[in-house]
């Protein structure tokens, strides 16, 4: 090996030290390997306020976090259905764990390679609510059903179930499947009603397969503003689901899953005849986005869950009138709308359009300004894909950082 | 260990095999887990299509890239200045190699976070662009410079000039810097002529610190469609920057860096006097962003360079009229605009909208449709963040999978 590869491998492994020297009075500031160095199971070994940590970073308040996570299993408990969480949102095998510790009767996951690593990380009721299609797909799924006897994956057509069953009997397995309706947006799905039926009726009679139940979610309903309409559209939007979960019934097919809904309509699925569960996701995080939908008691916010989930970024450039700019763009933060918003500040607002810059602008009166270096806190735009721009997540608890919490989902599209 | 820990173990070892015994006739397809342990430092050991990777993937035509990388090191030798390449971009060492051994003079990072990566896979010359302004940030780049004497960073105040020199000087170092130079967009850099010749005096005096010349990027003139109007507005917003450099130059001081520019204004930045290299960054892949925006030649089309990144997506339903979806949504693609586009094909429209699904619309006159499980190639929308939702991508030669390349600086925001 050459003196030069020496260095470099020097570097990689004292970088986080190297420069310890030099620290401006009265100032602290941790990288994520220092903070790594200090994470036990325990939680972290020292006293680190959320304000030292390197930016852009990605913070959870459990405060808030367990707030809605009660709220949530509150509400369900009492209007008689169950949450099955989304864990595309958060990506994290601690919060399913959470979810599921609080009463939650499985998790969902978009994407087999997500329900794989929830797996692997002590996850097993896991329901997948995309059609697997291609053969490198199924024989994921099905061998992840081989391992998981608690795995559940979506179907929506004859030719998928028919393979599905080929697939499964090659394995010798009967796997569990659940048929994906179309509540009307056709993106994904089959047509409610008489299509439905004959798909559940053959997939009783494939030998690899058995019918729990159904899915339908609109994901159309979720952000309609104000809660009366919102209303209206979820609950007609799954009438056609409900016929169908009534023809299942009178054929003697299972109906024992009937999945759908959202952290949009949570207090409003339970007026859905037969619904069993609800695959809620962003309600662990809230985000602008859901803010701005309005609730039930508050025309203006939705405040039945608190904003748990920020991005913490740095001013880098304060020279300029009526801005500054920050390390947290659209890499940091997605180009989502709105904008993600400054926590416990008015009269300012925030863009992400660059993909390196965040630029905060400030109105006529703003609540405060900032100068360079410091730290702004962001509630994030929609919670799901920014996540998915990060390793992991701080856990944060006032003001100090509990744990780090690995996402390690993020990146699993396939 | 408890059984059910050893089976979750066994499954994250075997899942890419376990279910191998199931293949329907005719089908390949192979998850990154199988292709992985096909790649080896010389290519891959097996024949593989990109036809049958796993989706989402992100794929890269080497021919195009090769293309693209030779148009520009011919450009900028004809017109007397070098490329310096911005690593942002790709986030690869692998291109970032490429680019150094095609003549470039160096890369660029935005972010410190990158430029430790990029110098761990062996890459010295290296020009951070943006300031770093907080005491952790500031150490982590002292300690790249003390490591390789290559690495330039940029500084546009006074005071963060003064906190680097200090920093340095504690670690015994003399660190090189340049000077970022506010175009007008008022993003970051310090305004150009007085305050930055103040700025460029001081950093002379500062005994931890060697000036070594400016930049000045307009990322606004980069997008500008009409070659003419890109011209105009690129020169135009460079001028400050050229009266500083002749400031500088007259005052004594370096200026053996002058760099700026980008990839929509690679022909035309030689026309900056003085400028020394240009800091091109989608060149090396293309995106429908820049596609739009007319070349020299090309009102309609900028195709001085080819398409070169390619987002691979699968059809998961196409059982509603005029449309398909696909498994490439907004986490394997982002929402920027222009959407994605699919290669090779007209008469439809994708969108990447929602989180998880793409939606293919066909127009009155196609030039084909799609059925579940057939693959499609969209050229993406903006390069630059689509390639930090990947880990690794797929460098293909024609059809053939040659090698896998890590992105290595993927997330690296900090």
Chains 1, 2 share one sequence.
Not at 42 to 62: A, N, V, Y
Not at 359 to 386: A, F, W
Request: negative net charge; charged residues 20%.
């Amino acid at each position: 090996m050459s003196s030069e590869k020496i260095s470099r491998r020097r570097f990689l492994q004292t970088s986080s030290t190297a420069a310890a020297l030099w620290i401006p009075a009265g100032v602290n500031g941790y990288t994520q390997q220092e903070l790594l160095s200090f994470a036990s199971e325990e939680g972290m070994q020292r006293d680190i306020s959320k304000w030292d940590l390197d930016t852009p970073s990605l913070c959870l308040d459990l405060d808030a976090l367990e707030a809605n996570i009660g709220h949530m299993q509150t509400t369900v408990g009492r209007n008689g259905i169950a949450s099955r969480p989304h864990a595309k949102t958060h990506k994290c095998p601690t919060l399913a764990k959470m979810q599921l510790q609080s009463g939650s009767v499985g998790i969902c996951t978009a994407k087999v390679s997500e329900a794989e690593v929830m797996f692997q990380h002590g996850i097993s009721p896991i329901m997948m609510t995309t059609t697997n299609v291609t053969a490198t797909k199924i024989k994921r799924a099905m061998a992840l059903r081989e391992a998981n006897p608690e795995f559940i994956q979506a179907t929506d057509s004859e030719q998928n179930a028919r393979l599905l069953s080929e697939a499964a009997g090659a394995m010798g397995l009967t796997a569990d499947v659940v048929i994906d309706v179309d509540p009307g947006g056709h993106r994904t799905g089959i047509t409610p009603g008489q299509p439905a039926l004959a798909l559940a009726l053959l997939i009783d009679q494939l030998p690899g397969l058995r019918l729990r139940g159904l899915l339908c979610y609109d994901g159309g309903s979720q952000h309609i503003k104000g809660f009366a309409a919102r209303r209206l559209r979820t609950l007609e939007r799954l009438l056609a689901a409900t016929e169908t979960f009534d023809l299942f019934n009178r054929n003697g097919l299972s109906t024992e899953i009937f999945s759908g809904g959202g952290t949009g309509s949570y207090n409003i699925d339970h007026e859905t005849r037969g619904l069993t569960d609800i695959q809620v996701g962003s309600y662990v995080f809230m985000d602008a986005q859901y803010m701005d939908i309005g609730g039930k008691d508050n025309d203006v916010q939705y405040a039945d869950f608190e904003p748990a989930l920020t991005v913490l970024t740095t001013v880098l450039n304060d020279q300029y009138p009526g801005r500054c700019t920050t390390d947290a763009g659209a890499k940091a933060c997605t180009i989502n709308r709105p904008w993600a918003r400054v926590k416990g500040e008015t009269g300012m607002n925030y863009s992400s359009g660059s993909d390196e810059f965040g630029t905060l602008r400030y109105d006529d009166n703003p609540s405060r300004t900032y100068r360079v270096g410091d730290k702004i806190e962001l509630i994030v735009s929609h919670c799901d894909p920014v996540v998915n721009l990060y390793d992991s997540l701080y856990a944060i608890r006032g003001e100090r950082v509990e744990a780090i919490w690995p996402i390690s989902a993020r990146g699993m599209s396939a």
